[in-house]
T-cell receptor
Framework: GIQVEQSPPDLILQEGANSTLRCNFS?????LQWFHQNPWGQLINLFY???GTKQNGRLSATTVATERYSLLYISSSQTTDSGVYFC?????????????FGKGTKLSVKP | KAGVTQTPRYLIKTRGQQVTLSCSPI?????VSWYQQTPGQGLQFLFEYFSETQRNKGNFPGRFSGRQFSNSRSEMNVSTLELGDSALYLC???????????FGPGTRLTVT
């Protein structure tokens, strides 16, 4: 089945720093989403980005489907950006279901 | 528009019991998916329903089942609970299969 790998697994930043999170996937997918999981467990949608580039405030994402990777950029990080960031790819059929998640990147932003 | 809601938010059960969790999707969304999150296995797909039909099922034992009602609300049931079923159960809704999924706050199940 499809493998989704996220890097780095852990990231510690000072407030104001920029960061890049990476998501590699092993096969063609139908779509890709980025989520932020807050300390209470809620998954918050960041981007639905099967291909191309999108921006939302300090966050932006780029997916290069032909090369099977996606990048999430966080600029001028704030303490409220702390949490776990998940990449999930959409693949239909088989037992893997319709969203396959990576293991996440745990981000800690220090004041 | 109201988001995805899940009830109950927290649940404590004893090994061998059964449990039913509920999910109400965003209005107009007809696809509902369920996921289990544990520290060891991460986020894993359980099943997906669309228009009251199960469209896809993950690699979980038959103790895990679900259904969807005509108003798109969905329930999942776990019978004969085991300690390993302790997890955060997340429900997601989308307009159709393949479109953006939106998650509810989850139900945290503890099995003792």
């Amino acid at each position: 089945g499809i493998q989704v790998e996220q890097s780095p697994p852990d990231l510690i930043l000072q407030e104001g720093a920029n960061s890049t999170l990476r998501c590699n996937f092993s096969d063609s997918v139908n779509n890709l989403q980025w989520f932020h999981q807050n300390p209470w467990g809620q998954l918050i949608n960041l981007f639905y980005i099967p291909s191309g580039t999108k921006q939302n405030g300090r966050l932006s994402a780029t997916t290069v489907a032909t090369e099977r990777y996606s990048l999430l950029y966080i600029s001028s990080s704030q303490t409220t950006d702390s949490g776990v960031y998940f990449c999930a790819v959409g693949y239909y059929g088989g037992s893997q279901g319709n969203l396959i998640f990576g293991k996440g990147t745990k981000l800690s932003v220090k004041p | 528009k109201a988001g995805v809601t899940q009830t109950p938010r927290y649940l404590i059960k004893t090994r061998g019991q059964q449990v039913t969790l509920s999910c109400s999707p965003i209005s107009g969304h007809r696809s509902v998916s369920w996921y289990q999150q544990t520290p060891g296995q991460g986020l894993q797909f359980l099943f997906e329903y669309f228009s009251e039909t199960q469209r896809n099922k993950g690699n979980f034992p038959g103790r895990f089942s679900g259904r969807q009602f005509s108003n798109s609300r969905s329930e999942m049931n776990v019978s004969t609970l085991e300690l390993g079923d302790s997890a955060l159960y997340l429900c997601a809704s989308s307009f159709r299969q393949g479109s953006e999924q939106y998650f509810g706050p989850g139900t945290r199940l503890t099995v003792t």
